[in-house]
């Protein structure tokens, strides 16, 4: 039996999401015609409280549209040395938008406040580049999937405001941050100016994201999608695997991360671990113990044995639970990592 878990985009469409995909009523959706395309954006619109919503192939477009359209050529964004906007979107930030990135030393992922005040370029200083925009992500990745307090989200937001700073959020997912910190969806839409949500994680689609916000936004997002090359047609087939998830895939969520803690639980009392970081949804990262393996060499015997996890540098080794990863397989890792 392959365990893959490598990531929570591994996961291929279940029967009842094939169903809801065959059945889709399809149209243009570059003329805007794709009526299960309008219905799913109307309902993330509403879900967050915003006014409009577009949606797109990826992550990774909704994050970099949104810097686009919060953004000059020039400009610095803030976000935390682990953000995924920095790390992990192939220099995008640059490449899209010609913004740098002032990185934040935060906590695993997630930075205070006070660091973003102190990561402000002062405006009246030319010779810097010009501060406009915060990216947060919640919850974070290379952060092991930690949920961030709200109440820290809420002093970065007046920080924003008082320093006219765009606050966009990425929540690639956002979704496992509302679940274990039982949150709603609009508590987000009030704070930020835009967020991007991805469904192709936790939610199991095969494809897909949505960047939500004002309609001005939104309209002006139509172009920068479209100048990517995001643009899509009957894209209503994926739209209404979307639509399927959202109704049947987030409180489930819940169960990936009952299953993360039991593997970081049983982790913490093996010898051959040094460390596992606190879980508290999907992801558990965690670093060996090199007096008894190397993390090649241990990467190498869940190999063997068909179980596939993923390396995040620096000796830090990754798992990621997921709607694909079954009881009879988290029976099986859990039966398997003490012997090892
Ligand atoms: C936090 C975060 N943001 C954005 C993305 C990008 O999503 P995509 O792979 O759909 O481009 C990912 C993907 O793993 C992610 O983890």
Partial sequence: MKINLISDTVTKPTPGMLDA????KVGDDVFKEDPSVNVLEEQVAEMFGMES????????????TAIKLHTQPGDQLICDKYAHVYNYEGGGVSFNSGVSCRLVDGSRGMMTAEQVIAAINPPDFYHSPLSTLVCIENTTNK??????????????KTVCDDHHLAYHLDG???WN??????????QYGKLFDTISVCLSKGLGCPVGSVLVGSKEMVTKAIRVRKVLGGGMRQAGFLAAAATYALGHHIERLSDDHRKAKEIGSLLSDVNYIKKVEPIETNIVIFEIDENYYSSEVFT?????????????????????????????????????????
């Fill in 143 to 156: 952060g092991g999937g930690a949920c961030w307090d709200f109440e820290e989200l809420k002093k970065i």
């Fill in 300 to 340: 190498t015997m869940l190999l063997q044995k068909d179980i596939h996890i993923i390396s995040m540098g620096q000796g830090k080794l990754r798992m990621v639970t997921h709607l694909d990863y079954t009881d009879a397989m988290h029976d099986c890792l859990l039966h398997i990592l003490p012997k090892l």
């Fill in 53 to 64: 919503a577009l949606f797109f192939p990826s992550g990774t477009m909704t994050n970099q």
């Fill in 21 to 24: 995909m065959m059945n889709a």
């Fill in 172 to 174: 690639a997912r956002l």
């Fill in 177 to 186: 941050a509302l679940v274990a910190k039982q949150e709603e969806a609009q």
